[in-house]
Each structure stands twice: as C-alpha cells, then as structure tokens.
C-alpha cells in the first residue's frame, strides 16, 4: 500500500467510491426542492429503518401501548440512499440532513426535533414515560442514553463503513475499529451482568436506543459482523438483547419505515396501528408500494 501524503489543501474526491459516494458532500443546505407530507396525526415522523430510525418508532410504539393516545404518529419513508434527505422541506425539520426528524403539530407553532436521542427525551418528557422520575435514577438513565450517542458513530461510521461498505478492506481501519466496537461491548456486558435494564431495573429510554444498535449487532443483523466480533461471547448483552426483542412494541417498531429484508417485515409508511396486518410490502400491490 502506497502512503498517503494529505495535501496542504483537502478538496473531495468525486472517484473514492464507496456505497455512499453519490449522497456525500463536503455542504450542508438542500440540493431540491420538496415539501414533505403531512398526515392526519399530530405527530410527524421522517426517517428509515436504520439503527438510528427505529429507535424512534420503537419509543412511539412502546408510548402506544402504554394508552398515550397523543402518541399516534404518520411515519414517512425517507430513502437516504436516493438523497431524499436534501429536500428542502426535510431540512426545514433537521438542517444536518439526517434521519430521523419530527415534526409535533399539537403545539403552536409546530415543534421540531431532531437528532433521535433528542426525540427521544422529547418524546419521555412530553408523555412521562420510560425516563425516571428520581434524580439518581435519571440520571443514570440519561447518561446511557449519551453515551450510545458518542459511542455508535465508532460503530457505524467508524466500524461499520470500513468492515462493510468501504470500497477497499484496509486492516489498519478494521483493526482499529474492531478494538473500539468489542471494548464498548465489553462495557455493556460488565454492566448488564448486575443490571436487567441499561438504567437498573426500569425499561427506559436508554434501552430504546442502545438496542437498535449494539442489540442488533449481537444478534447478528448487522453488518453481518457477529462471528467476526465474536458477539456471541457477551452473554449479558445477549441476554438483554433476546428480552427487549420480545417486546411487542419493538416488533412493530422494527418493521417501520423498513425498506429492506423480507417483504412481510417492512411498513415502509406507517399511517394507522391497522398497518401492521394490511400494509406490509408483501400484501401490496406494486402500485401501492412506496
């Protein structure tokens, strides 16, 4: 491998390559025009079924099930592959151009909120739901909710891009990531080995959104890196992984805003709880699909 000597002077490269080549830009602001869609419902959600997108379904999901009737949500399919992101309605809602954005029309004006730790803990305080009340307890809470905050970039950005998508395996990259993914496991395992929950024994919203991530990577459903990462091994994170996958919440909320994997397992706009049972890619015409 040749050495890369950095110029004195950065400027993109337009041929790097990568599977995100088309969408990257060293500018922020809109590249078109769109206005974004609004439903019927007072909350307004424009995301994908990534990591950071189901966070926020799972919490409005889980907020329902609760009997939060306020929590009703139109959830609107985001391609960030095809740059969707960009329009300029969608970066009215989040000027960094990432999903997922909220739009809340029950206040005056219309709240947004952006950044899915920010919605979640938007999301807890305005319903009173999945955040401690007590200090200590909260937190504790909050400071989990952060740390998933700072450390899943070393996952996703940093692990993720260089294992799965960079156009060249480079080993010093894998290597350096890879070290920082396992000890992060490593921290989640010590801790849930004297903890049912991320926050003691309450289900909050440090569970919704750590498991996304680093519950999916132990499962094995990302980047398909479990055998690599030898996730298998964290028998506490696992163990915790399982129980918040069988929350019926979760189940649903993994499926929203979903456009990929199995046909019956993507809603890809999630309009009414009906959805679920008639909504699904697999019961659409291809004229309906979004």
Not at 18 to 46: D, S
């Amino acid at each position: 491998m040749t050495d890369y000597v950095p110029p004195k002077v950065w400027s993109p490269d337009t041929k790097s390559g990568g599977r995100f080549a088309n969408i990257n830009r060293p500018v922020a602001g809109p590249t078109h025009e769109k206005v974004l869609p609004v439903g019927r419902h007072p909350l307004q959600l424009y995301s994908l079924g990534t990591p950071n997108g189901v966070k926020v379904t799972v919490m409005l999901e889980e907020l329902l099930a609760l009997g939060h009737r306020g929590a009703e949500y139109d959830a609107w399919l985001i391609n960030i592959g095809e740059g969707e992101q960009f329009g300029s309605g969608f970066v009215e809602v989040n000027p960094n151009s990432k999903i997922p954005a909220l739009m809340d029309h029950s206040t005056a004006p219309p709240t947004r909120v952006f950044e899915s730790g920010a919605i979640l803990l938007y999301l807890a305080e305005k319903f009173g739901a999945f955040l401690p009340t007590d200090p200590a307890k909260r937190a504790e809470c909050l400071s989990w909710l952060f740390w998933q905050m700072g450390s899943a970039p070393y996952l996703g950005g940093g692990f993720g891009h260089f294992y799965a998508y960079a156009p060249v395996k480079i080993e010093y990259c894998i290597d350096r990531f890879a070290m920082e993914v396992k000890r992060q496991l490593d921290v989640l395992d010590r801790h849930l080995a004297e903890h049912r929950y991320m926050a003691g024994d309450e289900y909050t919203i440090a569970d919704v959104a750590i498991w996304p991530w680093y519950g999916a990577l132990a499962a094995g459903h990302l980047y398909d890196a479990a055998e690599f990462l030898q996730t298998a091994s964290y028998a506490h994170v696992n163990r915790w992984s399982s129980e918040v996958a069988e929350r019926p919440a979760v189940k649903r909320g993994r499926m929203v805003n979903r456009a990929f994997g199995r046909p019956e397992s993507q809603l890809r706009e999630r309009h009414d709880a009906g959805d679920f049972e008639t909504r699904t890619q697999d019961k659409l015409e291809p004229g309906e699909r979004p």
